[in-house]
């Protein structure tokens, strides 16, 4: 079974700094997706990166940035500028690419603050 | 619609109750999940829907839990004689296809009391 693991329960990033919320996980797949959502107290959950793990080049989303490194599965976010808007829960999540439910699997979740 | 609708927003009931939760997903929109999200923690997978096929239920975690989708679109999740830890928020999510992600519903907060 898939596991995703977010060793981070609380992070805090100063606004305009660079921050990183670590993720990984476990799967004995080679085709898969891995995906960061935010989740702000309004309670929307929404996407912000994809990664296809058969792609090396590492996705990016304006500020949002990933570095996935499928040999050690691990797939950190990098959010650049941070802004107070960036306040938020994030959660890893992992789906497998072939499969008759494609499920997302979720991790815990980081709760990033953003000091201004 | 343009997102994913999901009623009522908040819903509080007395333990013993049953409840209905819905959920309208994305027009076009083949595929609907449901997950809870208990305070503090992850999405739990709960149920899925794609097309016509027979729904994947494994995620429901006991026969006091229930969901139907009508027309291949709206879809109702019921909660048959609540307990007090069914207390959680339910989000409801479409897509249109694998890899591509899911597009959330707000959720309903469900308070059992």
């Known amino acids: 079974a898939q596991t995703v693991t977010q060793s981070q329960p609380e992070m805090s990033v100063q606004e305009a700094e660079t921050v990183t919320l670590s993720c990984t996980y476990d799967?004995?797949?080679?085709?898969?997706?891995l995906f960061w959502y935010k989740q702000p107290p309004s309670r929307q959950m929404i996407l912000v990166i994809r990664q296809e793990a058969y792609k090396q080049q590492n996705a990016t989303e304006n500020r949002f940035s990933v570095n996935f490194q499928k040999a050690a599965k691990s797939f950190s976010l990098k959010i650049s500028d941070s802004q107070l808007g960036d306040t938020a829960m994030y959660f890893c999540?992992?789906?497998?690419?072939?499969?008759?439910?494609?499920?997302?699997?979720f991790g815990t979740g980081t709760l990033l603050a953003v000091q201004p | 619609g343009a997102g994913v609708s999901q009623s009522p927003s908040n819903k509080v009931t007395e333990k013993g109750k049953d409840v209905e939760l819905r959920c309208d997903p994305i027009s076009g929109h083949t595929a609907l999940y449901w997950y809870r999200q208990r305070l503090g923690q992850g999405l739990e997978f709960l149920i899925y829907f794609q097309g016509n096929s027979a729904p994947d239920k494994s995620g429901l975690p006991s026969d006091r839990f229930s969901a139907e989708r009508t027309g291949g679109s709206v879809s109702t999740l019921t909660i048959q004689r609540t307990q007090q830890e069914d207390s959680a928020v339910y989000l409801c999510a479409s897509s249109l296809g694998s890899g591509l992600g899911y597009t959330f519903g707000s959720g309903t907060r469900l308070t059992v009391v």
């Open positions: 799967t004995s797949e080679n085709n898969y997706y």
């Open positions: 999540a992992f789906m497998k690419q072939l499969g008759a439910t494609n499920k997302l699997i």
